[in-house]
């Protein structure tokens, strides 16, 4: 039987599957890992002795739990992103790669670079501002205050793509992760931005564009001896983490929405036609010629760990059930939950948490009750701009937040969305051997493998109060913010 290997590269860990063409899994394998934050608002990664170490780890594991007479016919690895990694001529990297919207350590070039290019016509093109999200800005920042590191680099690559060429030898970047590699890449055009771009890239070549289902190349006799890959295998493009799992989870029509809950939250909604909202990610979809609007807030289970570690370190399920047991509302205890500046809508790397009505009659279980509720008021905040753009057909929860029972119910209850739960939850790496089934055609591009096996409906009597209680968290920001930036020079 033909098998595929699907592996991703997640902020907090990497993990690989092995898959029969029905979605069955034979093998996975995990590794966990932790990123680097050299400095205040820097997020980076070794692209080699974390990611590539950690794929050739991964794969040699799936490659010996390959069934006697079977063999793997596809490769597809996806991981965090939009990245930076530059590399020399020898694909070797120049320096740590550069990771997404969590590393704002190019504020001063946003500024510049959209000074430069005007900010209505960099939405207009790029489907988007420029944020921290963006790689451009980020490109500009080592050019600037790295010249040598700049001058030796000869290829840039995100996450997945750096992979490509590790397998491969090619030099790719696949469209949807292009598409957030603003300003370079020309979203109503789905092709790059030449004139943008060569402003920013200077000498630097542009990869080869390409989709996520696309096999771009084959497993090298070099690679196959790192990963347990044959040679000659092929290789898929993959992309962007969350959008390999919202693919999995069958989130590809207009009007799907994926709300993935992990460190941070994550939402991607397929559009039916191009919609702009500068509050707002616009990328380019997983399927051809496709749209999806995005989203990302900074903190969410990061938020709840901290608060799990600062008030003593118990277990989840006894935090848990001390925040089920606090009405909705938290008596009156609202939560701000900016601890790493915020992304979506505000784009406010300053930002910082703001806890309101805090009194001596709350508890350990109305801090984490009340961490839940802000947290999905953002969510909520952030959909009613996308019901600008489509209104949600449908929306179905991905990842290991719903672990936690309060937090799913809070999010349905402070949105009115009924969630769906797939069965499968394993995660972008099961949507990356789609892709790779897919691409090698040994199923339908329409193949969906999920299934749903639950729903988490709002329940009503808590709207009311919710409502009320959204309105005051709206004020929070706006109210606190001028004070709160003032307080960053002191942290």
Not at 2 to 8: K, R, S, T
Not at 179 to 184: E, G, H, I, R
Request: contains cysteine.
């Amino acid at each position: 039987m033909e098998l595929l290997v699907g592996i991703d590269m997640g902020t907090g860990s990497s993990k690989g599957v092995l898959v029969r063409p029905d979605g069955t899994v034979l093998a996975e394998h995990q590794i966990t890992h932790e990123i680097s934050l050299p400095r205040p608002g820097w997020a980076e990664v070794d692209a080699v002795g974390m990611w590539w170490g950690e794929v050739c780890r991964i794969g040699r594991v799936l490659a010996d739990a390959v069934p006697a007479g079977d063999r793997i016919a596809g490769v597809c690895v996806s991981g965090v992103g939009p990245c930076l990694v530059l590399c020399d001529e020898r694909g070797e990297p120049v320096r740590p790669a550069i990771l997404y919207g969590v590393d704002t350590r190019a504020t001063v070039e946003i500024a510049e670079l959209t000074e430069l290019f005007g900010a209505d016509a960099i939405v207009a093109r790029a489907g988007k501002s420029l944020s921290s999200q963006a790689v451009g800005p980020k490109i500009e920042w080592v050019r600037k205050n790295e010249p040598e590191v700049f001058g030796r680099a000869r290829r840039f690559y995100s996450s997945n793509s750096f992979i490509v060429a590790k397998l491969t030898g090619e030099y790719i970047q696949d469209h949807h992760t292009a598409s957030q590699s603003d300003p370079l890449y020309s979203i109503r055009d789905f092709d790059w931005n030449t004139e943008w771009a060569g402003r920013i890239l200077g000498a630097l070549p542009l990869p080869r564009l390409v989709w996520p289902s696309e096999v771009v190349g084959a497993v090298t006799e070099a690679a196959a001896a790192q990963t347990g890959f044959p040679a000659g295998t092929p290789v898929v493009a993959g992309t962007v983490d969350a959008y390999a799992e919202a693919f999995s989870v069958g989130v590809r029509h207009p009007g799907d929405l994926m709300l993935m809950y992990g460190s941070t939250m994550f939402l991607v909604q397929v559009l039916e036609n191009f919609h702009t909202n500068p509050a707002l990610w616009t990328t380019t979809g997983v399927q051809r010629g496709t749209y999806a609007l995005a989203a990302g807030t900074s903190t969410a289970g990061s938020l709840t760990q901290w608060l799990q570690k600062v008030t003593g370190g118990a277990s989840f399920e006894e935090l848990t059930a001390e925040a089920a047991a606090v009405p909705p509302g938290s008596d009156g205890l609202v939560f701000l939950p900016y601890l790493a500046g915020e992304r979506t809508p505000v784009f406010d790397p300053d930002a910082r948490g703001v806890v309101a009505g805090l009194s001596l009659r709350h508890g350990r279980g109305h801090l984490f009750r009340a961490a839940y509720e802000g947290i999905s008021f953002g969510i909520r905040q952030i959909l009613e701009m996308f019901d600008d753009a489509a209104p949600v057909v449908r929306a179905v929860g991905v990842g290991g937040g719903l672990r936690s029972p309060v937090w799913a119910q809070t999010l349905s209850d402070v949105t009115g969305l009924t969630q769906q739960v797939p069965e499968q939850a394993i995660g972008a790496s099961y949507g990356d051997a789609l892709l790779a089934a897919i691409g090698v055609g040994l199923v339908a591009p329409e193949t969906d493998w999920s299934h749903i096996t639950r729903e988490v409906p709002p329940d009503p009597a808590h709207r009311e109060r919710y409502d009320t209680l959204y309105e005051t968290w709206r004020q929070l920001y706006p109210a606190t913010r001028e004070q709160v930036h003032r307080l960053v020079e002191f942290g």
